[in-house]
Each structure stands twice: as structure tokens, then as C-alpha cells.
């Protein structure tokens, strides 16, 4: 088939300007096409022309070796490695399709493209560090008995899961960041002073761990925190003279606290024991009034039974006693009521006296 120009002019089929040469013809597309197929044959060791056997037989395999050269590196661009410390998302028309561990892998490209990311790497992000006015302001918190505190603080984290890091979260620093200073002052703010600066460090540190960790978990931001570390907490520069004035005085309080706990201790025991003697004196006391008082009832009664069996006797006899009693320990003169003097006497008991100064 050849092409027709309807025009009757000198211009080509698509419009181009009058073509050079006899007769003004058009080119004949047929013509065209065959031969492009000719060289296209000749090249890849098609059989035609005046090319022999051998021409054919060695373009055919130029050909096959192409063609496997094609599909090796075909096969090359397709595999992938893993390394140990890695893991690979991926991703099909920009959608992601699984999560590949170490080893040697296969996709298809161009249809599939790899993201290689380190999973077991830590990587730290530090917050109230440096001297700029940001960084003053992330370190110093309110303690909950309203003392301000400088505190800066370190997170540590890794990447547990590859495909929601990468899709989930946008700013992953600054997201860790953010929730992790949120967590700090949370946990600060019901803390006393002392226990942020010195007691319990360990504790805040896991607390605030634990919420970060909770808090990128609903985010399902493949995130793992793996270490909260506290740095050189101190009261602010502006405030550092008058805190150790108070720090001084609770020392002071403490040390004082402290020794009136062992006088206690010392005196409380010395009265427990007095007062023990003294329960146990006053008990024996009790015992021997009794006891005494007992006997006194006991002695009256018998004399009481005698009493009853020779009322003459008994009467005379405790009269004798009792004046014995009363006489014995009184100086005593004699005086004979018949004639009329002194009865001179003995004292014994003067010269025993007197023996026993002597010797």
C-alpha cells in the first residue's frame, strides 16, 4: 500500500515540507516496514538477505546470550540481603507487604522496593542538656513539695518494628521527645524534692519509662525504650544558695531529730526498769503488810480462844507483856512506897553498853 496525497501539494503524509527528489511521490510505508523487519532480523540473527547459515547461527546467539544476560541481572537487582542487626520492610506500588528478618531475600522490581533498617541500634536522645534557653527550660521542674529543680535526663530507644515506624509516626524524635519530657514532669510533680535529687532516682526513672513505653504503644509507633537515665539533678543557679540553706537546716533537723531518739531510748528504758522496781517493791510491801496483818489476826484469835478459857490469867499475863514492852525501852527509877526511898538497883543494860564502847 502506498500513501496517497489527497492535498494534490508537495506535502508529506504528516505534514511535513515537500519532500526532495524525482516526482514529488510520497514514501511507501510498506516498504518502510519490511525494511525495518530486514534489519531488525539481521541484527538479532533473523534468516533472510544475503546473510548465510552461519551469519544466522551466530545472531541467534548473540541473542540467547542477551536475553540471559538480561534475566541474570534481572535476577541481581531482585535479591537482597539482610544483615543480622537489620530488618527490611517491603513495599509494593509504595504499599507496604511484609516485614523480612536477616538472611537472603527475593522481590520483584520494578514492582516491589526494600527499606533496610537497623533494629538492634540504641540511639539516645537527650533533653535539658546545654546552656540555651530551650534547654534551661526542658531540665527545670516542680517537685511536688513545690521546689524547683534543674533535671536532665537521657532516652535511650530502638526501632522494634520497622513498618509502623515508618508509617505510623511522622517526627519520631521530636514524638519521643515530647512524651518522654510530659512523662518526667508528671512524675517529678508528686515527688519530694529529696527523693528526686538522691532516694529515688531509680524508681522515676522506670516510672517514666513505663509511660513513654505505654503512651508509643497506642501510637503503635514500633518504639521500644529501653533505658531512662537521670543525670546531675540540682536545684537552678538563680535559687543553689538559698536551697542549701534549706537542705542545711533539714540536716540539721534530722541530726537533732536524730539524738533526741537516742535519749529516748536511753532514758525510756532506765524508767521502764524504776518503775518496774518500784511495782515490784510495792508488791512485796503488799505481801508483808498482808502477811504481817494475817499474822496479828492470828495471834489475837489464839489469844482470844485463851482469853475465853481463863479470863484472870490471860488478863494478867497480857498486862505483864505489855508493860514489859512499854518499861523496857524507858529509864526507870524505883521507889519503895513502904519506906519511903529509892531501891538502889543494877542497870545491866548500862554496863553492856559500856563494855562494848570500850572494846
Known amino acids: 500500500m502506498s500513501w496517497q496525497n489527497n492535498g494534490g501539494d508537495d506535502r508529506g503524509p504528516w505534514g511535513q515540507g515537500p519532500k526532495k527528489g524525482g516526482g514529488g511521490q510520497p514514501p511507501d510505508i510498506d516498504e518502510l516496514i519490511r525494511k525495518g523487519q530486514d534489519k531488525f532480523k539481521n541484527v538479532f540473527g533473523g534468516g533472510g538477505g544475503s546473510g548465510g547459515s552461519g551469519e544466522s547461527i551466530g545472531g541467534s546467539r548473540s541473542f540467547t546470550f542477551i536475553f540471559l544476560g538480561l534475566i541474570a541481572f534481572w535476577l541481581y537487582l531482585c535479591t537482597y540481603i539482610v544483615d543480622t542487626d537489620e530488618q527490611a520492610i517491603v513495599l509494593r506500588f509504595g504499599k507496604w507487604i511484609e516485614t523480612t528478618e536477616p538472611g537472603i531475600h527475593f522481590h520483584f522490581v520494578?514492582?516491589?522496593?526494600?527499606?533496610i533498617t537497623k533494629v538492634t541500634a540504641v540511639n539516645v536522645i537527650q533533653i535539658g542538656f546545654g546552656n540555651t534557653v530551650i534547654s534551661q527550660k526542658e531540665r527545670q521542674m516542680l517537685t511536688g513539695d513545690e521546689n524547683i529543680v534543674?533535671?536532665?535526663?537521657?532516652?535511650m530507644w530502638k526501632i522494634s518494628d520497622p513498618a509502623r515506624y515508618q508509617f505510623n509516626v511522622r517526627d519520631r524524635v521530636e514524638t519521643i521527645k515530647s512524651i518522654a519530657e510530659s512523662a518526667m514532669r508528671e512524675v517529678v510533680a508528686k515527688t519530694d524534692v529529696q527523693n528526686v535529687m538522691t532516694n529515688n532516682k531509680d524508681g522515676i526513672e522506670l516510672e517514666v519509662m513505663q509511660i513513654t513505653q505505654d503512651i508509643l504503644s497506642r501510637y503503635e509507633a514500633g518504639i521500644e525504650i529501653t533505658q531512662v537515665k537521670m543525670e546531675n539533678v540540682k536545684p537552678p543557679a538563680e535559687i543553689s544558695d538559698a536551697f542549701n540553706d534549706v537542705q542545711k537546716a533539714e540536716a540539721d533537723r534530722e541530726r537533732t531529730i536524730s539524738l533526741a531518739k537516742l535519749e529516748q531510748n536511753k532514758i525510756v528504758p532506765q524508767a521502764r526498769g524504776q518503775a518496774a522496781r518500784m511495782l515490784q517493791e510495792a508488791e512485796g510491801y503488799k505481801q508483808k503488810v498482808i502477811a504481817e496483818a494475817e499474822g496479828e489476826a492470828s495471834r489475837f484469835e489464839a489469844i482470844l480462844s485463851?482469853?475465853?478459857?481463863?479470863?484472870?490469867?490471860?488478863?494478867?499475863?497480857?498486862?505483864?507483856?505489855?508493860?514489859?514492852q512499854v518499861l523496857s525501852g524507858t529509864d526507870k527509877i524505883v521507889i519503895?512506897?513502904?519506906?519511903?526511898?529509892?531501891?538502889?538497883?543494877?542497870?545491866?543494860?548500862?554496863?553492856?553498853?559500856?563494855?562494848t564502847v570500850q572494846q
Open 110 to 115: 520494578p514492582v516491589d522496593s526494600i527499606q
Open 336 to 355: 519503895d512506897s513502904d519506906g519511903g526511898g529509892v531501891v538502889p538497883y543494877l542497870p545491866l543494860s548500862e554496863l553492856n553498853k559500856k563494855n
Open 306 to 324: 485463851e482469853y475465853s478459857k481463863a479470863k484472870d490469867v490471860t488478863r494478867r499475863r497480857i498486862y505483864l507483856d505489855t508493860m514489859q
Open 150 to 155: 534543674d533535671a536532665p535526663f537521657s532516652i
